[in-house]
Every structure is written in structure tokens, then in C-alpha cells.
């Protein structure tokens, strides 16, 4: 059973126009993350919520929003993608206690900037 | 920050053992995780490793902690085809934020 949803699987976009990735979770954790992940690199870190409190990387670009709705479903909005933008987006989720604190990745969005 | 090194690539012959090693640099760290990457594919937890443990066994897979060098290593016995991917080495800091290594491309050839 799947955990950590993540649609689309594959995103096509145009340079500028505002694409949503949707991510969803069936564990109840309090945690989502948000990651982007070039080609042959590790995961970026973008942004989590802790429940409602959004924490924001200071390095990640204003380019990139995230919404979270309720427990289950968290958004990333990028409002106007450029080429560098492309990579796969990854969400997860935690529980942040004790060994809950482990991260459970979705399977990705590809996103591709034409 | 934190820093998590391995190296980038491991060929093994199907069958037998492999072995890839970690070094990180919190001593705070409380877990340190091994996830797998198969190619467009999410990040699969594989298995980790409490930081006051020597070492942890899971079928097929061993982790073994050095902490006073800060070492960390997966092996993974009786290697098949199917472990050909992306292994990731992280840690988890104070901040409960994970640190990742660049990753070690393993090939499984026959």
C-alpha cells in the first residue's frame, strides 16, 4: 500500500507558466518535506511543514511556495519555472519522535521546462 | 554543516558481498539512515542505525557504526541484480534535518 503519494509522476511545463505538484500520506505524520533532486546529485532540501508551520531553506528560491491544506496533503507550487528548474521533486514525510523522526519518500515528480 | 562523504561507485560480481562505506561529521547526530535509488525512482528506506548501536542486522543487509571515526558502512550479502542502484548515506541532525551523502552507484554484473 502506498504511503507517500505523488502526482503527476511525470510534469511537463512551459518556461514561465506555474506548475503544482501534489504530494499526499497515509501514515498521519506531522512532517512533510519537500526536496528537489538534479540528475546524480543527492536531494535538496526545500522546505517542511511542521504540522502548520511552514520553515522555509534559506537558500531555496521565492520562485518556489508550498501549501499544506491538512495533515494529509502538501503542495508545491513553482511559479514560473525555468529551465533549472527541472529535476524531480521529491516529497516525504516523518513523524518527528524518537525513530519516528525516519523520512518516507513519495516516488517523485519528474518535472520537465520546456 | 554537516558533511556526508562516500564514494561515487561500487562494481560487484553477482553473488557476492558489497560493501559501501560513509563518513560523516556530526557526533550529535542521533540516526543515520541507508536509503536506495533505483533510477527515476523515490528514495526507498533501507534500513538505519540508532547512534548508540555498534551494528544491525536485516536479512541480506549489516550495517556496522564506528562512531569514534565516524564511519558508517551497509553491506549487503549474496548481491542480485535487483540491488543495482543509488545507495544514500544520511544523517540526522539536531535540527531533524537529513544530510545526504552524493551517493554510491552500485553495478551488479553477472
Known amino acids: 500500500d502506498a504511503m507517500v503519494i505523488q502526482n503527476p509522476r511525470y510534469q511537463v511545463t512551459q518556461f514561465g507558466k506555474p506548475v503544482t505538484l501534489s504530494c499526499s500520506q497515509t501514515l498521519n505524520h506531522n512532517v512533510m518535506y519537500w526536496y528537489q533532486q538534479k540528475s546524480s546529485q543527492a536531494p535538496k532540501l526545500l522546505f517542511h511543514?511542521?504540522?502548520?508551520?511552514?520553515?522555509n531553506e534559506a537558500d531555496t528560491p521565492d520562485n518556489f511556495q508550498s501549501r499544506r491544506p491538512n495533515t494529509s496533503f502538501c503542495f508545491l507550487d513553482i511559479r514560473s519555472p525555468g529551465l533549472g528548474d527541472a529535476a524531480m521533486y521529491l516529497c516525504a514525510t516523518s513523524g518527528r519522535q524518537g525513530a519516528m523522526n525516519t523520512q518516507y519518500f513519495g516516488p517523485g515528480t519528474r518535472l520537465t521546462v520546456l | 554543516g554537516e558533511d556526508v562523504e562516500q564514494s561515487l561507485f561500487l562494481s560487484v560480481r553477482e553473488g557476492d558481498s558489497s560493501v559501501i562505506n560513509c563518513t560523516y561529521t556530526?557526533?550529535?547526530?542521533?540516526?543515520l539512515y541507508w536509503y536506495k535509488q533505483e533510477p527515476g525512482a523515490g528514495l526507498q528506506l533501507l534500513t538505519y542505525?540508532?547512534?548508540?548501536?555498534d551494528m544491525k542486522q536485516d536479512q541480506r543487509l549489516t550495517v556496522l557504526l564506528n562512531k569514534k571515526d565516524k564511519h558508517l558502512s551497509l553491506r549487503i550479502a549474496d548481491t542480485q541484480t535487483g540491488d543495482s542502484a543509488i545507495y544514500f548515506c544520511?544523517?540526522?541532525?539536531?535540527?531533524?534535518?537529513?544530510?545526504f551523502g552524493a551517493g554510491t552507484t552500485v553495478t551488479v554484473r553477472a
Open positions: 511543514y511542521y504540522d502548520k508551520d511552514f520553515n
Open positions: 556530526d557526533s550529535s547526530s542521533t540516526y
Open positions: 544520511a544523517e540526522l541532525g539536531n535540527d531533524y534535518k537529513l544530510s
Open positions: 542505525i540508532f547512534s548508540n548501536m
